[in-house]
Structures are given as structure tokens and as C-alpha cells.
């Protein structure tokens, strides 16, 4: 699977893993349903990954993805939009809200 951080991303994440005292931890990302288009992106520290997780590293950031978010994941590129929010560039995303915040595929 192929999932990229930015430079500026991949900070975001280190700075909050360590102001959250999770520094160490992996990044899980998954596609959960939400949002006005019906998809919406879902980011948190986990401690270990499940079993059934892909494993990735983008700029040394460790990123765990459940299989069934993989599929729609395949190719994003995360950037930070701004110091409070991450911007998702997904090639599979056929169209997305205003604000940014839901996807559709």
C-alpha cells in the first residue's frame, strides 16, 4: 500500500504524539463512515497494530491502515492544512465535501 506523509504532516504527527504522551505509538487511519458525502477519514495513536493492519512509514512516521481503508487509501497523500487539521489529496476520492472533512468513492 502506498500512503505519503508531507514533511509538514508527518511533524504535525510527531508534535502530537508527544504533547498526547504517546510518542512511539502508531498513526491508525481508517475510512469510517460520516460526513456529507459519506466517508470520512478517522485518525488516532494506537499502541500496537491489529492483526489484520498494513504497516507503512512515511517520514518516520509509522502508520497502521485496517485492510478495508487500504482500498481507499491506496495512493493519498496527507499534508497539513493548517496547525489544527490535515488535508487528504486521494486519488480514489471521486468527489468530496467543501469543507474537506468527507470523501466518496
Do not use: K
Not at 37 to 46: A, E, H, R
Not at 69 to 78: F, H, P, Q
Amino acid at each position: 500500500m502506498q500512503l505519503t506523509l508531507t514533511d509538514r504532516a508527518a511533524e504535525a504527527v510527531r508534535s502530537r504524539a508527544r504533547d498526547a504522551d504517546v510518542a512511539g505509538w502508531l498513526l491508525r487511519i481508517a475510512v469510517v463512515a460520516g460526513g456529507c458525502n459519506g466517508l470520512t477519514y478517522d485518525l488516532y495513536f494506537v499502541p500496537e497494530p491489529s492483526a489484520h493492519d498494513e504497516l507503512i512509514e512515511s517520514r518516520g512516521v509509522r502508520v497502521a491502515v485496517d485492510r478495508s481503508s487500504a482500498t481507499m487509501l491506496e495512493g493519498t497523500v496527507i499534508d497539513l492544512a493548517d496547525a489544527r487539521s490535515f488535508r487528504f489529496m486521494n486519488p480514489r476520492a471521486r468527489r468530496g465535501c467543501s469543507c474537506g472533512a468527507s470523501f466518496e468513492v
